[in-house]
């Protein structure tokens, strides 16, 4: 079981930064995958970002790419999502995720946060 803890989400202006994070309880936090996903209102979740267990690959949704970076640190099991050029759209609830396996496919990460909400305004 692992359990993931969300933090960073705020207000922000168009243009601005926010830096998730999200801390896990596992001790065996470096061997999953992690993600970020993103729900925004009357919309389904979607993907945004994933990190590999080494964190030497990633990848990203193109609505966020070139703005957006995943990241982690092993040694303290948290990944982080920073976020720059924010734009009204990105507004959302944002959730990390884990799994055993590196992809972007919401059915395959069984273990969710309890999301933080990120507004962003014009």
């Known amino acids: 079981q692992v359990q993931l803890v969300e933090s960073g989400g705020g207000s922000v202006q168009a243009g601005g930064s926010l830096r998730l994070s999200c801390a896990a309880s596992?001790?065996?936090?470096?061997?999953?995958?992690m993600a970020w996903f993103r729900q925004a209102p009357g919309k389904e979740r979607e993907f945004v970002a994933a990190i590999s267990v080494s964190g030497g690959s990633s990848m990203y949704a193109d609505s966020v790419k070139g703005r957006f970076t995943i990241s982690r640190d092993n040694a303290k099991n948290t990944v982080y999502l920073q976020m720059n050029g924010l734009k009204p759209e990105d507004t959302a609830v944002y959730y990390c995720?884990?799994?055993?396996?590196?992809?972007?496919?919401?059915?395959?990460?069984?273990?969710w946060g309890q999301g933080t909400q990120v507004a962003v305004s014009s």
């Open positions: 995720a884990s799994s055993r396996i590196y992809t972007l496919a919401r059915p395959a990460y069984p273990y």
């Open positions: 596992a001790r065996t936090f470096g061997t999953y995958a």
